[in-house]
């Protein structure tokens, strides 16, 4: 149900037509789509606390985009997405007086898309992917935050995606444009998940909400073919490099640097408890054996590399919860030279 009151936009994307070359589409496409990092390589990240002062916590995240490759005069390749993310937290607060007691804190998230964060205009109102992204993002998120603490109180971590991870392939309408299994939207949601839950831990150090430990995301993906000059395979022992052909695990995938992505993994880290709060696995784990070793062996690849992923966006986290508590104390401790 659309809402009366506003005068919304058009459904569909606003991109221009685009029409298809007279060169060939094979030379364009391996031309065009080629990954410059390395497969362990993560995009650069920004993340700074306390930007609302309204909120009891604030944050915001963004990923550098990759890198536009137009090697091809007729390419017509889309631009490049970033990932850019804006968090508050409201809370402890209490709740209402009609509300049943709860001997603990009552977690509530929520992660709204701007209408223009991704190709597709978003609507007014949340649509399925955007509560199953605050599903995702509250089973993460619940089992670090000290609720027992806050008795018949609520905590409201609220999301919003200024600028989705979603590069959409245009490839000159070729029909080998869009060959992901995993899904352009799929692989852009995995990536907006892996950020929301950095954003959110660090919006919740910044309101002084106890908690078990800092929670960081990791995306990890399977890709195949195999491009050249990215760099070797890895976590995957010699023995078995003959069964699983040309398949690679990579660190922070993105829709517009690989040709084909088979599957791809989330996961909500504790570095410091070495645990999991949250794991996302989605597409086809390529089987090359009778038996299920093969199969088996991928999957853990594909997580323990979504561990790594993760745990690299940890440094990056824990220096701007650190930043953020020295600013703090400044502004509570005035300088003596002042005085």
């Not at 916590?57 to 993310?85: D, T, V």
């Amino acid at each position: 149900m659309s809402d009366r009151r506003r005068i919304n936009g058009p459904s569909g994307g606003t991109i221009p037509p685009v029409y298809a070359s007279s060169t060939s589409h094979s030379s364009i496409v391996a031309t065009v789509r080629v990954r410059t990092r390395r497969p362990t390589e993560l995009r650069k990240i920004f993340l700074k606390t306390g930007l609302t002062p309204s909120a009891s916590g604030s944050a915001y995240y963004e990923l550098e985009p990759s890198p536009r490759n137009r090697s091809h005069a007729f390419s017509f390749q889309g631009p490049s997405s970033a990932l850019k993310l804006t968090c508050t937290v409201h809370g402890p607060k209490p709740l209402p007086r009609s509300a049943p007691f709860a001997p603990h804190a009552i977690l509530s998230t929520h992660i709204k898309y701007a209408p223009f964060a991704a190709g597709e205009r978003k609507g007014y109102l949340r649509d399925a992917s955007e509560r199953d992204l605050s599903v995702h993002l509250d089973a993460a998120l619940r089992g670090i935050i000290i609720g027992d603490r806050w008795p018949k109180s609520g905590i409201e971590v609220i999301i919003t995606v200024l600028e989705g991870d979603e590069v959409a392939w245009k490839g000159d309408g070729s029909p080998g444009g869009n060959t992901l299994p995993v899904g352009v939207g799929n692989l852009g949601m995995m990536n907006v998940l892996a950020g929301c839950i950095t954003v959110a831990s660090a919006a919740i150090a910044d309101a002084g909400i106890d908690c078990l430990d800092l929670v960081t995301g990791g995306v990890a993906a399977i890709v195949t073919p195999r491009q050249e000059g990215v760099g070797e395979q890895i976590n995957i022992p010699q023995r078995h490099r003959n069964l699983q052909g040309d398949a690679q695990v990579v660190r922070d995938p993105c829709a517009g640097d690989h040709e084909n992505v088979v599957a791809a993994c989330v996961v909500g880290h504790l570095s410091a408890r070495d645990e999991l709060t949250e794991l996302w696995l989605m597409g086809n784990i390529p089987t090359y054996a009778p038996s299920n070793s093969t199969q088996t062996l991928l999957q853990e690849a594909l997580m323990d590399e979504a561990v790594a992923s993760a745990t690299e966006a940890r440094r990056v986290l824990e220096a701007a919860v650190m930043e953020g508590a020295a600013r703090q104390s400044q502004q509570i401790i005035p300088d003596k030279t002042s005085l």
